[in-house]
C-alpha cells in the first residue's frame, strides 16, 4: 500500500521559509515521480514541484520558480520542498503525491484536477502578510 505524510507545515510571516517533508513507503521509490500540489480555499488545485526520483529531474510552476526548490533523498525515500521568500499567495494545503510511476506523475502535472496518483494527507501553510 502506498503511504505518503507530510510535514513542515505552519504559519509564516511574509518573506519567511518552510520546509516540508513527505515520508514515503509502498512503492518502488527509486523510479518513480513525485510531487508537491496545493489548493487554496475556493481555487482549483495545482501543481507546484515535481521530481523524478530515478535521475532527479524537476519542475516547478513559474509561481514558485526562484523561491521554491525540490529535493529527493533516495536512502530515506523522503521529498522536500523548500519554500523561501514566502507570500501570502503561497496559503494553501499542500500535498505530497506519487505517481507512483513517472508517466502517472506528468499527466498528473497537466491535469491537476485528475484523479490520478496516490495522496498524502496534506500540510497547511498559511503565510501572513
Known amino acids: 500500500e502506498v503511504q505518503l505524510v507530510e510535514s513542515g507545515g505552519g504559519l509564516v510571516q511574509a518573506g519567511g521559509s518552510l520546509k516540508l517533508s513527505c515520508a514515503t513507503s509502498g512503492f518502488g521509490f527509486d523510479d518513480s515521480g513525485i510531487g508537491w500540489f496545493r489548493q487554496a480555499p475556493g481555487k482549483e488545485r495545482e501543481g507546484v514541484a515535481m521530481i523524478t526520483t530515478r535521475d532527479g529531474q524537476t519542475a516547478l510552476a513559474n509561481s514558485v520558480k526562484g523561491r521554491f526548490s525540490i529535493s529527493k533523498n533516495n536512502a530515506k525515500k523522503s521529498v522536500h520542498l523548500q519554500m523561501n521568500n514566502l507570500k501570502p499567495e503561497d496559503t494553501a494545503m499542500y500535498f505530497c503525491?506519487?505517481?507512483?510511476?513517472?508517466?502517472?506523475?506528468?499527466?498528473?502535472?497537466?491535469?491537476?484536477?485528475?484523479?490520478?496518483?496516490?495522496w498524502g494527507p496534506g500540510t497547511q501553510v498559511a503565510v501572513s502578510s
Open positions: 503525491v506519487a505517481g507512483p510511476s513517472v508517466a502517472t506523475m506528468i499527466n498528473l502535472w497537466m491535469s491537476p484536477d485528475s484523479s490520478l496518483g496516490s
